[in-house]
């Protein structure tokens, strides 16, 4: 863990870890993650925000085998991208048996910490 | 609008050459491009090279300067960073260069030396094309980020894991001829099925090897190429280049990529062909599943159609379309900055008739030459075209 911050990028995870997710919407609805000044969809800058809902579903996954050195004692772990409606999100999934893993699985967005360096990671649990 | 005459193409063989330095392996390619040109240092106006990691693998930074003097010349030079698309754009500026009528010659080409940086260093350098903050940190990975566009793609259009190690497959059997190639080596759809997994569906034959290497084209006018007598039968008629989110949860489709569909209206638009008037192809494999985004996205099949290209005869080398007959970057090496511009000398020189693999496409033309960047956040297409 370093003393340097990314802005936005850590103000959205200390939200999150809280259950307090947010997001951005043009007014054309594209979803967006902050730090966002424009809509790089339609170029809007009134962007709105927006409440992440409790819970998504997953669109694809991967069983990644062979890490970056920062996740590198996590491999194996499942990425996915979740579509939250309005937004989607790229995390780690846990708490899914890694073989059962399937598209359309609904889950909940959250921060934790990864298994080699600490760092904070958007992680994927199962809904309910 | 000046017409681009291809003059000369030159490459370092593709491979582990984790001891090489990176000025003097594009030397190599460089300086034997001018030579197959016929065209002395002392003529090049520009220098358009690409580079990818150079900064964190060789610690060198400000690498224009310093290829052109590998070149043994000081024109202006400037180095074009764009992932892996990094010499695509290099061609597609240099293209631009002679178009505006401010050179008539230049030098387009890229170098990467990646393999010093062991595999992890090299798998934290690619992953560098992806979003760090909202990629990188979720734990995607490079093969990884292909993997979720695979999965996307099987989800919605259907297709196996076999219908891509028919791809691995044919791209390994066309790169036997090519000395040029990092791995010449046979492979089964057993072996590729069977290798360790590296991100779910892809085992290790989806991916291409990490490489070191660099490649070069020298560009030229019509008047310069008559005036000094050059043999440059083929020439760039068409260039495009397109563009995307960088990362993959911002885009509306994960099984397309519209960068690649844009470069290709834009090259196509410009060269005044049809995509059924390409009779050849090299497309940015760096996984399997990337040639059937290219092909879809080039224009060349339906979406939900390219998956069973390979399987069923038609991409491969007698079939109607060859693709990737260098072997790809699935066989023939990912030496990421410098894998554009060679796409586009292989083009070349299948057309020339100079490749070892161009009785495959004896008759043909027109063909076309597609390099990506990262997820397809950035892509160049360009049509290259016997000239009567
Ligand atoms: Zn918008």
New interface residues.
């Given amino acids: 863990m370093t003393d340097v911050t990314?802005g936005e990028?850590d103000a959205f995870l200390e939200a999150l870890a809280a259950g307090e997710g947010y997001y951005r919407s043009c007014e054309n609805g594209h979803g967006?993650?902050p730090p966002r000044r424009a809509c790089?969809?339609c170029g809007d800058r009134n962007l709105t925000e927006r409440d992440l809902p409790s819970a998504g579903e997953i669109?694809?996954?991967?069983?990644?085998?062979?890490?970056?050195?920062?996740?590198?004692d996590?491999a194996p772990?499942v990425?996915?991208?979740v579509d939250f409606g309005g937004v989607?999100?790229?995390?780690?999934v846990r708490g899914i048996d890694q073989t059962a893993v399937e598209?359309g699985d609904r889950v909940t967005a959250t921060v934790e910490s990864?298994e080699t360096d600490g760092?904070?990671?958007?992680v994927f649990r199962p809904a309910e | 609008m000046t017409q681009v005459q291809l003059a000369g193409t030159g490459m370092t063989t593709f491979g582990s050459h984790p001891d090489r330095t990176g000025r003097d392996m594009f030397a190599d390619a460089g300086l034997a491009a001018l030579e197959d040109a016929g065209v002395p240092a002392g003529d090049v106006d520009e220098l358009f090279y690409g580079n990818f990691v150079g900064t964190l693998s060789e610690g060198q930074g400000h690498q224009g300067p310093l290829m052109a003097e590998a070149l043994g010349t000081t024109v202006p030079s400037r180095r074009i960073e764009s992932a892996c698309a990094s010499s695509g754009l290099a061609v597609h500026d240099a293209v631009r260069a002679i178009r505006s009528g401010e050179s008539d010659v230049v030098v387009a080409g890229g170098m990467e030396r990646m393999t010093n940086m062991g595999?992890?260093?090299a798998?934290?350098g690619l992953?560098s094309a992806a979003d760090d903050?909202?990629?990188?940190?979720?734990?995607?990975?490079f093969?990884?980020a292909y993997?979720?566009?695979a999965?996307?793609y099987f989800?919605e259009y259907g297709g196996t894991h076999e219908d891509l190690a028919h791809i691995a497959v044919k791209n390994h059997d066309n790169a036997l001829a090519n000395d040029h190639a990092h791995l010449q080596q046979e492979i089964t759809v057993a072996d590729a099925l069977d290798a360790?997994?590296?991100?779910?569906?892809?085992t290790l034959y989806d991916a291409c090897p990490i490489s070191d290497g660099a490649a070069a084209i020298v560009l030229t006018t019509p008047e310069y190429a008559a005036e000094h007598d050059l043999e440059a039968d083929v020439a760039i008629t068409g260039a495009g280049h397109g563009g995307d989110?960088m990362?993959?949860?911002?885009r509306q489709s994960?099984s397309k990529t519209p960068a690649t569909r844009d470069a290709a209206v834009d090259a196509y638009d410009d060269a005044g062909i049809e995509p059924s008037d390409i009779s050849v192809a090299e497309v940015h494999d760096c996984f399997t599943i990337a040639e059937v985004l290219a092909l879809e996205g080039l224009g060349l099949y339906s979406h939900g159609e390219a998956i069973g290209a390979a399987r069923r005869g038609e991409t491969r080398r007698d079939g109607e379309l060859p693709v990737n007959l260098s072997g790809g970057l699935k066989a023939k090496g990912h030496p990421v900055g410098a894998t554009g511009a060679a796409q586009v000398a292989a083009i070349a020189t299948l057309l020339d008739g100079t490749h070892p693999r161009a009785d495959a496409v004896d008759d043909a033309t027109v063909g076309v030459a597609q390099n990506a960047g990262g997820t397809v956040a950035s892509a160049t297409v360009h049509v290259l075209e016997v000239m009567e």
């Fill in positions: 990314n990028y967006l993650l790089p969809h669109v694809t996954h991967t069983t990644v085998s062979v890490p970056t050195p920062q996740f590198e996590d772990y990425t996915a991208v989607r999100l790229t995390g780690v598209i990864n760092e904070r990671t958007i | 595999t992890a260093g798998t934290k992953a903050l909202y990629e990188v940190r979720s734990g995607v990975t093969p990884g993997a979720l566009m999965r996307a989800d360790p997994e590296i991100a779910s569906p892809f989110t990362a993959l949860h911002d994960l």
